[in-house]
């Protein structure tokens, strides 16, 4: 069996949930080939550079242009036929590799975490120029109108309000499975919280805020820090600056109050570690980073969302009592006070952070994934599945149902 998994790193939530996936797929059926590819490693450099770093451009100097951007590309095919029509065109001329490389890994299966992948691998199947199953796996709360390529056997969501998003575009209701976002397995075997404070060096004596910046360390790090700082109650605050080493720099440099303990870190691995110590999470709500404080149980304090997929990230964590929202970081300091202060309310989101955390997804996407591909191989090899592959589905059914 062959999985072929197809990323785009726009951003890094794309590529950690085809990692997972494949590190999942790996677990279950270690005798699969599976293969994860970028597919701006594919591309020309002009179309890279846009479609890469032009992304993380707007995210950072024009954030509100972005979420004008998504919301007016979210809309009816009907009403942008010459949009759609100018992106495919462009798509095909700066991605001209792409065909072949498909054709040259032979997939029984091709497993998308990003949606223009998916679109080049439906407009090669609507030609006729591949004959290969595949599966979209969103990884935001609320689904775009652009992931809702066809043809497709089946697209895995976020939860049942994602899966409504797809279906007001079109996708059957039979066609869509609310997995959850795919985070790293390790978030589906969490060490206990006593051995995490301890590999982290962390005291867990005072309640442990949790501050990302994502794996680049963007947005108003310095900001939301002082915003800490400023709560009276004692915290044991561990910021993680992503690969933003200036930034990690002047934090380091910062007089903390004593009634703090403070750890300042760089790009990590051992996020769920951190994660399962963490009492409260102030970050951006990327799709990744909810998902796995979800896992975690751990309530969010949603600060600084990129308009579009962000921003409603931030409301299904705020609709589903798991979090709280800071518009205006001269909040910070006071919005932690109240939610610090209320045992009771902060209890409550820890409860439903659990309910919705799905730490599984990524093994219920290889899972389905890897069926789909026995299915291609019996279609083309004219055979019945081994009764070893129904055995092995039959048993990850039922673990990671």
Request: glycine fraction near 8%.
């Amino acid at each position: 069996m062959r999985m072929l998994i197809l990323s785009a790193s726009v951003g890094s939530g794309h590529t950690r949930a085809a990692q997972a996936v494949e590190r999942a797929a790996k677990e279950l059926y270690p005798q699969a080939s599976v293969k994860t590819i970028d597919i701006l490693d594919l591309a020309n450099s002009a179309f890279r550079k846009v479609y890469g770093d032009g992304y993380l451009g707007l995210a950072a100097t024009a954030p509100h242009l972005l979420g004008y951007l998504y919301d007016a590309l979210d809309r009816p095919p009907s009403l942008l036929p010459l949009t759609d029509s100018a992106r495919r065109l462009v798509q095909r001329w700066s991605l001209g590799a792409f065909p072949e490389q498909i054709l040259a890994e032979k997939p029984d299966v091709i497993v998308n975490t990003h949606f223009l992948p998916a679109e080049l691998v439906a407009n090669l199947r609507r030609r006729g120029e591949l004959d290969v199953p595949q599966v979209v796996v969103t990884t935001d709360f609320e689904a775009h109108r652009i992931w809702a390529q066809t043809p497709c056997e089946h697209f895995f969501t976020a939860s049942a309000q994602t899966a409504g998003s797809l279906r007001q575009w079109g996708v059957a209701d039979q066609d869509i499975t609310a997995s959850g976002i795919p985070i790293d397995p390790v978030f589906s075997r969490l060490p206990s919280r006593e051995s995490c404070l301890r590999s982290q060096d962390l005291r867990g004596d005072k309640p442990v805020v949790l501050q990302l910046a994502g794996g680049n360390g963007m947005g108003p790090i310095e900001e939301i820090f002082s915003g800490l700082l400023a709560v009276k109650t004692p915290l044991e605050i561990v910021v993680v600056a992503g690969r933003n080493k200036e930034a990690r720099r002047r934090l380091v440099q910062r007089i903390v109050p004593a009634r703090h303990r403070v750890h300042v870190i760089g790009y990590t691995d051992m996020m769920h570690e951190l994660m399962a110590c963490a009492d409260l999470v102030v970050s951006k709500p990327g799709g990744l980073t909810t998902s796995e404080a979800l896992a975690c149980g751990v309530p969010m304090v949603v600060v600084n969302p990129i308009p579009g997929q962000e921003s409603r990230n931030g409301d299904f964590v705020l609709e589903n009592g798991a979090g709280i929202k800071v518009n205006a970081l001269a909040s910070l300091c006071d919005k932690l006070e109240c939610l610090l202060g209320d045992p009771a309310r902060l209890s409550a989101m820890r409860d439903s952070a659990r309910r919705l955390g799905r730490p599984w997804a990524a093994f219920t996407v290889a899972r389905n994934a890897a069926e789909l591909a026995w299915e291609t191989l019996d279609r083309r090899q004219g055979r019945l599945m081994p009764a070893a592959a129904i055995n092995a589905l039959l048993e990850t059914r039922a673990a990671y149902h």
